[in-house]
């Protein structure tokens, strides 16, 4: 099985940029959906971002659509969250997920296996 293990967090300022990393142990992530989820302090879970590694399609929640951008390097077993103009809503513990996910289930966090550890993101006013 696969373990995802995310990197990249920290404290930026309002405005700033982060690269999130989330590289996979075990095995690679060839055939499986990678997502993005992040948890503010007494909020659920939330769908942030995925990447169907069959294929390259990518899906981004609203609120972050022209300012993230999720990518892959399968020679790296890889995937990336560049996090730009980056805002205090935006703080959260952002985690990497990975599964054989359907289509319609892209953005459900039930949906995915393999989780990771989590990394802070936090963005200052």
């Known amino acids: 099985q696969v373990q995802p293990v995310e990197s990249g967090g920290g404290l930026v300022q309002t405005g700033g940029s982060l690269r999130l990393s989330c590289a996979a142990s075990?095995?690679?992530?060839?055939?499986?959906?990678v997502a993005w989820f992040r948890q503010a302090p007494g909020e659920d879970r939330e769908f942030v971002s995925a990447?169907?590694?069959?294929?390259?399609?990518?899906y981004y929640t609203d609120s972050v659509k022209g300012r993230f951008t999720i990518s892959r390097d399968n020679a790296k077993n890889t995937v990336y969250l560049q996090m730009n103009t980056l805002k205090p809503e935006d703080t959260a513990v952002y985690y990497c997920?990975?599964?054989?996910?359907?289509?319609?289930?892209?953005?459900?966090?039930?949906?995915?296996?393999?989780w990771g550890q989590g990394t802070q993101v936090t963005v200052s006013s």
């Open positions: 997920a990975a599964g054989n996910v359907i289509l319609s289930s892209t953005r459900r966090p039930d949906a995915y296996h393999y």
């Open positions: 075990g095995r690679t992530f060839s055939g499986y959906t």
């Open positions: 990447i169907r590694l069959s294929g390259g399609y990518t």
